[in-house]
């Protein structure tokens, strides 16, 4: 939390309070545990909690669901790592940096030998494990695009389409799918219907999120009553996921305080528009937009004194248009950065970048095969 207020407030003071227990923790786990694996001191050990081995609905499958509570732990340990260090770079103090940068290094480095196969295979094939590797960085390069194949895979074709993710890797799950060129793999989960979903907890009368993905189910009623939140947090999460990928709103975390932010959707054609407005401590950032045949449609509002990376759908550069002129030709305050081909997964020819000044813009760009616009 210390690191995430200060990638949103730009305040340091968090991080100046708590950086010291944060350094004292991590040099009790590694104590305890200098291989660099969270084997042991791991307390009161809930892992991913409530993930899908915990739901008991009728007819559901709750074996291989959940991530072995090692790796998670050494997961989280290496990321822990990571942060601190990070914090302590940002407080200028070097050498605590390289300490637990170090730290989070020789994690990384256990964690890679002990628990992913020469295929991507992440011991215990699931899809919380693959999820937490991807997010926490934690994958050899050679073997990036084979692990996120394997996350598309674990959710698609070993579960049809449904999440056994819990509390701590549900968020992550969303996330690392849409930022690697799975969007529609993560739409069709957030729009889903089925059982466990959000979709289905709506269609039970839910007005709220609940803490357990089967919280009541018809014919078997409330799951344990003494824990059992019809109003909770953790699955929330999902929240995020639809504000930096769907509205496509996420903080620079080189630019703390939306000095500078991307404008980046990444919902796919499942989803045929979406809006949002964020109000950063430097003004309102608006994100609406839509698809209407081939053509992508943005409105973007950039609050004074701040710039933005608007990333959009397009075949081409040359395929864009502010204001409806061509971002070659009549928009100063609009340069063009590079444009990337279509990623795996992904139902759209690629992606332009621009660097965007503040003001209101409304683009359009053809992105798919069709008649020119």
């Avoid at 990376?309 to 340069?335: C, F």
Wanted: aromatic share 10%; net charge negative; hydrophobic share 40%.
């Amino acid at each position: 939390m210390p690191y995430q207020i200060w990638q949103v407030y730009g305040d340091t003071r968090p991080m100046q309070l708590m950086l010291a227990s944060a350094a004292h923790w991590l040099d009790f786990v590694d104590s305890r545990n200098p291989d660099g694996l969270w084997k042991n001191e791991r307390g009161n050990d809930y892992g991913d909690w409530l993930n899908g081995g915990q739901i008991t609905a009728p007819g559901w499958d709750a074996q291989g669901c959940e991530l072995d509570k090692e790796i998670f732990a050494t997961a989280f340990l290496a990321r822990s790592a990571e942060l601190t260090g990070r914090m302590a770079a940002v407080l200028n103090l070097a050498d605590l940096a390289d300490r637990y940068l170090k730290l989070s290094d020789k994690v990384r480095s256990a964690f890679q030998k002990a628990y992913i196969q020469s295929d991507g295979t992440i011991k215990g094939d699931t899809q919380a494990g693959y999820a937490l590797a991807l997010a926490f960085d934690l994958v050899p390069q050679d073997l990036v695009q084979a692990v996120q194949a394997k996350l598309s895979v674990a959710i698609t074709e070993k579960r049809g389409w449904r999440l056994t993710t819990g509390m701590q890797t549900t968020q992550h799950l969303l996330l690392e799918l849409a930022r690697r060129g799975y969007e529609e793999v993560a739409s069709r989960l957030v729009r889903s219907k089925e059982f466990p979903s959000w979709g289905w907890q709506i269609e039970q009368g839910a007005t709220s999120i609940w803490e357990r993905w089967d919280g009541v189910y018809p014919g078997r009623g409330f799951q344990d009553p003494s824990m059992n939140s019809f109003n909770h947090y953790a699955f929330g999460a999902v929240g995020e996921y639809l504000m930096s990928c769907v509205a496509g709103i996420e903080p620079d975390p080189d630019q703390p305080g939306y000095a500078h932010f991307f404008v980046h959707p990444r919902a796919g054609v499942q989803i045929p528009a979406a809006g949002a407005s964020y109000h950063s401590i430097r003004g309102t950032i608006i994100s609406d937009w839509k698809i209407e045949g081939d053509e992508f449609v943005l409105d973007v509002t950039i609050p004074p004194n701040t710039s933005a990376t608007v990333v959009i759908p397009a075949l081409g550069v040359e395929n864009v248009k502010e204001g409806g002129k061509s971002v070659l030709e009549a928009a100063p305050h609009v340069v063009p950065l590079d444009y990337k081909k279509g990623t795996p997964g992904a139902d759209i020819a690629g992606r332009a970048s621009f660097d965007v000044r503040a003001g209101k813009y409304h683009f359009t760009s053809q992105f798919r095969a069709g008649t020119p616009k």
